[in-house]
């Protein structure tokens, strides 16, 4: 079976900091990976996805991730964060269709 | 880009009335929708996947006479939650695919539901 485990449930980082969100799967099989973004009271935005070839995924507002095989990991990154990131992020694993999603971590952007 | 609108944003109902939930693709027609229940500073679960014109697919320990799942067209499902309870208050987001297993999930925002 696969499943995600997000390592950080809370990351307090001050603004213009790089940050990188922690993120490990399980997979016996080929996975796509995702992360998605959360503000609060609000749905779910993708920020960035890994189906297949280059392993470092560039994704919107400036994140990117890179899929470790041997690590089985897939870490979220942004070299300068603004205040406006502070939300929810989650990490997700595809599995027949259906997304499985991590336990989410929380960034908080202090000035 | 593709949309999916969730209506309502937020309702608050009696114990023991029901309360229905409606997901609408936009500009899409979504072949499969998906409704997640999340508890505050939890995660995002599963409940059910619901597919146009069958029935819907429950997840392990959902219970089916409790959440009701009618996807009667392509750009429409609806969750109804009979006879709340305060424990049922919870975030219940829904997300549409516009194709096979590979393709894109849109989400709604999200309906906030409190049971008093």
């Known amino acids: 079976a696969q499943s995600v485990t997000q390592l950080d449930s809370q990351v307090p980082v001050f603004e213009e900091a790089p940050v990188e969100l922690r993120c490990n799967y399980s997979?016996?099989?080929?996975?796509?990976l995702f992360w998605y973004v959360q503000y609060p009271n609000q749905g779910l935005q993708l920020l960035l996805k890994?189906?297949?070839?280059?392993?470092l995924v560039k994704g919107i507002n400036g994140f990117e991730a890179e899929f470790n095989k041997s690590q089985t990991s897939f870490h979220l990154r942004k070299p300068s964060v603004h205040i406006s990131d502070t939300a929810e992020y989650f990490c997700?694993?595809?599995?027949?269709?259906?997304?499985?999603f991590g336990q989410g971590t929380e960034l908080s952007v202090k000035p | 880009g593709a949309v999916v609108s969730q209506h309502p944003s937020w309702v608050i109902c009696k114990s023991g009335t029901s309360v229905k939930i409606e997901c609408r693709s936009l500009?899409?027609?979504?072949?499969?929708m998906f409704w997640y229940r999340q508890f505050p500073k939890q995660s995002l679960m599963l409940m059910a996947t619901?597919?146009?014109?069958?029935?819907?697919?429950?997840e392990q320990g959902v219970e089916k006479d409790k959440f009701l799942i009618n996807h009667a067209s392509l750009t429409l499902s609806t969750l109804t939650v009979t006879s709340a309870h305060p424990e049922d208050s919870s975030f219940y987001i829904c997300?549409?695919?516009?194709?096979?297993?590979?393709?894109?999930?849109?989400f709604g925002n999200g309906t906030r539901l409190t049971v008093t």
């Open positions: 997300s549409a695919r516009d194709g096979g297993p590979n393709s894109p999930l849109h």
């Open positions: 997979s016996s099989v080929s996975v796509y």
């Open positions: 890994y189906l297949s070839g280059s392993t």
């Open positions: 997700a694993v595809r599995r027949y269709g259906k997304l499985i």
């Open positions: 500009d899409f027609q979504a072949t499969t």
């Open positions: 619901s597919n146009e014109g069958s029935k819907a697919t429950y």
